[in-house]
C-alpha cells in the first residue's frame, strides 16, 4: 500500500468526524501487517473526556478486525498540516508496533506527506 494511497483514506474518513466541540476533524488510517486498511476518525464527547482520537479509532479497528500487529498510520487534520499524533496514541502505536516498526505520515507544508518513524516519535517507550 502506497502512502499516498493511505493518506487519501485518512483525509476521506476525516468527513465522518464527530467533532462539535473542538471543530478539529481528524482522519486516520492504519496498514496491518496483513496488508488490509482501517480507518478512524476523532469522535468527542460533552464529557471531554470520553472523546477518542482518530488514530487510536483506527487502531481498535485493526485490532478488533483480527490484525495483531500494525505497520503505518497516516494522520489527516482538515484544520492543520504536519498534524503529529498526541501522546497516548503514540503508545497505543507502541503496543503494536510491528517488527519493522511503525511509520507515521503526516501532511507535510507543502501538501505532500512526509514519513516519521514510531521510534523518532516516542523513544524509550514503557512496555512490558
Ligand atoms: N485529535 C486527533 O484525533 N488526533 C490527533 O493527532 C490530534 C488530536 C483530536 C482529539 C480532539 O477530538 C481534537 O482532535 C482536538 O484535540
Do not use: D, T
Given at each position: 500500500m502506497d502512502f499516498n494511497d493511505l493518506m487519501e483514506k485518512a483525509k476521506e474518513v476525516s468527513?465522518?468526524?464527530?467533532?462539535?466541540?473542538?471543530?478539529f476533524p481528524v482522519g486516520a488510517c492504519v496498514l496491518g501487517e496483513s496488508g488490509r486498511t482501517y480507518v478512524g476518525t476523532n469522535v468527542e464527547n460533552?464529557?471531554?473526556?470520553?472523546t477518542i482520537c482518530a488514530e487510536r479509532n483506527a487502531i481498535f479497528n485493526a485490532i478488533t478486525n483480527?490484525?495483531?500487529?500494525?505497520?503505518a498510520v497516516a494522520i489527516y487534520s482538515q484544520k492543520m498540516k504536519r498534524c503529529a499524533p498526541c501522546g497516548f496514541c503514540r503508545q497505543v502505536m507502541s503496543e503494536f508496533r510491528s517488527k519493522d516498526g511503525v511509520d507515521i505520515i503526516i501532511e507535510a507544508e507543502d501538501g505532500g506527506i512526509e514519513v516519521h518513524t514510531l521510534d523518532e516519535l516516542i523513544p524509550m517507550s514503557f512496555s512490558l
Open positions: 468527513k465522518n468526524s464527530y467533532s462539535p466541540y473542538s471543530n460533552a464529557s471531554y473526556g470520553g483480527g490484525e495483531k500487529k500494525i505497520k
